[in-house]
């Protein structure tokens, strides 16, 4: 999407606010025992108290109103029986609709204290996700993105899942530019046009490099097995840089 008007990018900020006090609400209620579909209840019950509907179900039929995924299960972990532990990293997705806009976000959030090599990955995760946001602005090259998390994320020691890329947003869940690449790349010269929506979303691992399906359809999970942690915004870019729209107020 391409944002033309005040009125489109309000929408947009009234979704985004939406699913990131969803995804504040559920990491908050998060304890050690907790199971997974309890955790996606909360999800669901405040999505549609704000008259909001789950993305993920709505466009591809997806099996649970969030996306959560535990240790490693590294996206679209489908919310059942598992039962959350002390140690453990529990990554939350929220995307949902209203008034035909879509905003999608997301965070790993640990339980309790967890091993310092994975508290640092947390800590970086949401800063490869900042220095990727920072790269996003009207006529940007969109590699630049990519190129900068890389450039970070080597230097800290880590890898990078490279098949979960970035992807545009606002009308549909995913949508033009299909593909945002949050690793470093070759041969990509599209820039970034004003008032484009899109979602910044860096898979940090420990060792990782792809995402894998098993047999549910769904679940992905890190190849080589390696800790893996997702933090997302979906931001409008901009003359003076982006917009981040998926705030909690």
Not at 74 to 83: L, S, T
Not at 97 to 103: D, I, P, R
Not at 222 to 244: C, D, K, L
Request: charged share 25%.
């Amino acid at each position: 999407m391409t944002i033309t008007h005040e009125d489109e990018l309000n929408g947009l900020k009234e979704i985004g606010r939406i699913v990131a006090n969803t995804m504040q609400l559920m990491a908050k209620a998060m304890k050690p025992g907790m199971k997974t579909q309890e955790l996606d209840d909360i999800g669901r019950a405040h999505l549609e108290l704000e008259g909001a509907v789950s993305a993920p179900n709505q466009v591809y039929d997806f099996p649970g109103t969030t996306c959560i995924s535990v240790n490693e299960e590294i996206a679209h972990g489908i919310p059942g029986e598992r039962v959350i532990r002390t140690g453990d990293l529990v990554n939350i997705d929220v995307s949902a609709s209203k008034n035909g806009f879509f905003a999608d976000t997301g965070a790993t959030f640990r339980v309790g204290a967890v091993k310092p090599s994975l508290d640092r990955l947390c800590r970086d995760g949401k800063r490869a996700m900042k220095i990727g946001i920072d790269q996003v602005g009207s006529h940007k090259p969109i590699a630049g993105i990519g190129k900068a998390i890389g450039k970070f994320a080597s230097h800290r020691g880590y890898t990078l899942i490279q098949n979960l890329a970035s992807h545009g947003v606002g009308r549909s869940l995913h949508e033009y530019p299909t593909e945002i690449a949050t690793w470093p790349t070759r041969g990509d010269k599209r820039r970034i046009s004003s008032g484009l929506v899109l979602t910044v979303e860096p898979f940090l691992s420990l060792g990782g490099l792809w995402a894998r399906e098993r047999d549910d359809e769904w679940t992905l999970y890190s190849e080589p097995a390696a800790p893996v942690v997702q933090f997302e915004h979906t931001v409008v870019a901009t003359e003076r840089g982006p917009i981040v729209v998926t705030l909690p107020g």
